[in-house]
């Protein structure tokens, strides 16, 4: 009788375990997702200061700092 009794308290505090263990998996990962949504991304951003001065777009490679066949590029040293 008494190991009948014993034996059931083992499979409930096993069984509670489990289930506080699934309940900490599911927090975590709602945490972990609610985090991922924060933040407000907004639908315009300006262009940074010197607008004028973007050489962007632009083709490439730029032809006019190609080096020629047979030529060191500009601004690159060999020893």
């Given at each position: 009788?008494?190991?009948?009794?014993?034996?059931?308290?083992?499979?409930?505090?096993?069984?509670?375990?489990r289930a506080?263990?699934?309940?900490?998996?599911?927090?975590?990962?709602?945490?972990?997702?609610?985090?991922?949504?924060?933040?407000?991304?907004?639908?315009?951003?300006?262009?940074?200061?010197?607008?004028?001065?973007?050489?962007?777009?632009?083709?490439?490679?730029?032809?006019?700092?190609?080096?020629?066949?047979?030529?060191?590029?500009?601004?690159v040293a060999?020893?």
């Open positions: 009788m008494i190991r009948r009794v014993q034996h059931r308290a083992i499979h409930q505090r096993a069984a509670h375990h506080i263990g699934l309940a900490m998996g599911v927090l975590a990962v709602a945490l972990a997702l609610s985090l991922g949504g924060c933040g407000k991304k907004p639908e315009f951003v300006d262009a940074p200061q010197g607008k004028e001065a973007d050489r962007f777009p632009q083709a490439y490679p730029n032809p006019s700092l190609d080096p020629r066949p047979g030529q060191v590029a500009p601004g060999f020893p």
